[in-house]
């Protein structure tokens, strides 16, 4: 999931939509299940996290949504499962200083499902 503040939402959205469009092509282009029998994408995601290729390929293969969906969007997820902005939001909250507000926000106050909607096409 990405997060954007105002400056990518208000002032300059065409720069969130493309980083929301190569994520989305990275998804669908590398990190279909079975990920991990690619030693490319192995390679190319130990760099990234400075880790061992081993650590890539022993650990467990991660779910992604070729549509970024969030949270109890994603097929499969148990009824009642938290979404990610909500916990999100409880450890910001617990934390204390990172955000501005002192009680969870409602999903459609965080998420601008609209603007992954204009990229992904829905």
Avoid: C
Avoid at 10 to 23: F, S
Avoid at 51 to 60: F, R, V, Y
Avoid at 100 to 120: G, K, M
């Amino acid at each position: 999931m990405l997060l954007f503040g105002s400056n990518m939402l208000d002032e300059d959205p065409k720069v969130g939509q493309a980083l929301i469009r190569a994520a989305a092509r990275t998804v669908r282009d590398h990190l279909k299940p079975g990920y991990k029998e690619d030693p490319e994408t192995v390679e190319a995601m130990a760099a990234a996290f400075k880790t061992s290729e081993d650590a890539i390929s022993s650990g467990s293969e991660l779910v992604w949504d070729p549509d970024l969906a969030i949270g109890y969007e994603l097929e499969g997820v148990p009824a009642g499962t938290p979404d990610y902005l909500s916990l999100i939001q409880e450890t910001f909250l617990a934390v204390g200083g990172v955000i501005e507000y002192t009680q969870p926000l409602t999903r459609t106050q965080v998420y601008d499902q609209s603007f992954l909607d204009a990229v992904i096409k829905k």
